[in-house]
């Protein structure tokens, strides 16, 4: 079935499913809980407990930890330079034999335990995407064969991170990939619930290595999600948060280091759950996470002329250098004159200056480019913001009150951004924390 009919309707309240009853689920097992022979039999201990209980098991798991890094790397020996259509092509091929092999492991220690599975490659599905190689999206997913599996009683392993395109090249959907593939085969099949285990126990309010005192939240807002993962906090990869969001797929994030024979009840309620707008959120916190980010630089166009067109020019020649550009701001003008500053990715900082420099400055008759890569991105975010005011300059005080400065400033209706210079960015978020009294259990 095409995905662009598969909206999982009755899944609308993102309600758990009862566990006592005979379920749909899919298990998305992240590389680290695949990462040893020994940690793929606690996975099939687990997933048989769970198909002992009645339920249907579908299977997602990443390739073992440090597999997929470890085959990009021997083609990055033989091909340093810069990449092709033809060369993605075979970087694909190769990459997704990191997932075909732990989905046959897994299914083998499956067969092990006593309990009848089969794996399938993308393409024996097939998972059908575009022909983006390295960055494919998913288009559609035929569930005939899972179904019929599922009906004769085995738990079904579906490779993750790659599927095939309308030619019959193996694609892969990029890195972090296998999230995206399990959440759309739930979404294709409607599954009662996607569970996504990983080596953290849950979604936290900020990263529990800079703020010891960081709460697990039990559920999590699917928007809110979504800014969380687009502003580095990395559990998830951002592609699986559109998709749950768009075919409202209940998602759960839960920690694959229990021991394998928990309770199911207990286990099904672990974790961080991902929510829906029209439910009932359990936590009311206005701010329910602070996020940060250390992957964007600073670019500042300065002295030009303030006039229409001047913005499209700018960002105009970098989208078309195919470089994404985060914060925007530019300050009134003096004399006729501005200054125009946005953010892009560390990666593509040079690139963007260089072009900058080279073309549009002078072709603008600008003063000067400068640019700053000792920066980091700091974010309040929660849905509590869009019927509360004055979240803001609640952020704004606590910085201020720690002395430090903020460089630019963006919202959005459920989150507040700033970039602050990258030397502050552990006391900004410890101080944020407090200030949100994120460190107190939720009233
Ligand atoms: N194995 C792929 C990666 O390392 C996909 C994934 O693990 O989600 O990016
Ligand atoms: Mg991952």
Redo the contacts with the bound molecule.
């Keep these: 079935m095409t995905l662009q009919t598969s909206v999982a309707a009755e899944h609308a309240s993102g309600a758990a499913y009862p566990v006592s009853s005979m379920a749909l689920i899919v298990h998305k097992y992240?590389?680290t809980s695949m990462g040893s022979t020994e940690r793929i039999r606690n996975v099939a201990k687990r997933v048989a407990k769970w198909a002992r209980a009645g339920h249907q098991l579908v299977v997602v798991p990443?390739?073992m930890s440090g597999?997929?890094?470890r085959l990009l790397g021997l083609a990055k020996e033989l091909a340093p330079a810069k990449s092709s259509d033809a060369t993605n092509r075979e970087l694909d091929m190769l990459?997704a034999t990191?997932?075909q092999a732990s989905s046959a492991l897994l299914a083998i220690a499956l067969q092990a335990e006593g309990m009848g599975s089969v794996s399938y490659a993308g393409w024996q599905v097939p998972i059908l995407t575009n022909s983006a190689y390295t960055k494919a999206r998913i288009q559609s997913i035929d569930d005939q064969r899972i179904r019929a599996d599922l009906a004769a009683g085995k738990v079904v392993i579906v490779t993750?991170?790659q599927g095939i395109d309308g030619e019959g090249h193996i694609t892969?959907l990029g890195?972090?990939?296998?999230?995206t593939s399990a959440v759309a085969v739930a979404a294709a099949m409607k599954a009662d619930e996607c569970l996504i285990y990983t080596d953290v126990d849950g979604v936290y309010t900020t990263d529990p290595r800079v703020v010891p005192e960081a709460r697990r939240l039990h559920t999590v807002s699917f928007e809110e999600m979504l800014e969380m993962a687009s502003m580095g906090s990395k559990v998830l990869?951002i592609r699986s948060v559109e998709f749950a969001g768009k075919y409202k797929v209940p998602l759960r994030v839960l920690s694959s280091f229990t021991p394998w024979d928990i309770d199911i009840n207990e286990e099904a309620r672990s974790g961080t759950l991902i929510t829906f707008e029209e439910d009932e959120k359990m936590e009311q916190a206005v701010v329910s996470g602070i996020a940060f980010n250390r992957d964007e630089a600073k670019i500042s166009v300065v002295g030009v002329p303030d006039k229409p067109g001047i913005a499209y020019q700018i960002l105009g020649a970098v989208a078309e250098a195919n470089i994404e550009v985060d914060m925007i701001i530019q300050n009134i003008s003096k004399d006729g004159k501005t200054d125009f500053s946005f953010t892009v990715n560390r990666n593509d900082f040079a690139r963007a200056l260089d072009l900058l420099k080279d073309k549009v400055a002078p072709a603008l008759g600008a003063k000067e480019v400068i640019g700053d890569t000792k920066i980091c991105k700091v974010s309040i975010v929660g849905i509590g913001m869009r019927s509360h005011v004055g979240i803001a300059s609640k952020m704004f005080r606590a910085l201020s009150e720690e002395g430090i400065n903020i460089q630019m400033i963006s919202t959005s209706e459920i989150k507040t951004s700033v970039v602050i210079d990258e030397k502050y960015m552990e006391l900004a978020v410890r101080a944020l924390h407090k200030a949100f009294d994120l460190d107190q259990p939720a009233a």
């Design positions: 992240g590389g990443s390739a597999e997929t890094n990459a990191g997932e993750g991170f892969t890195r972090g990939g296998s999230d990869q």
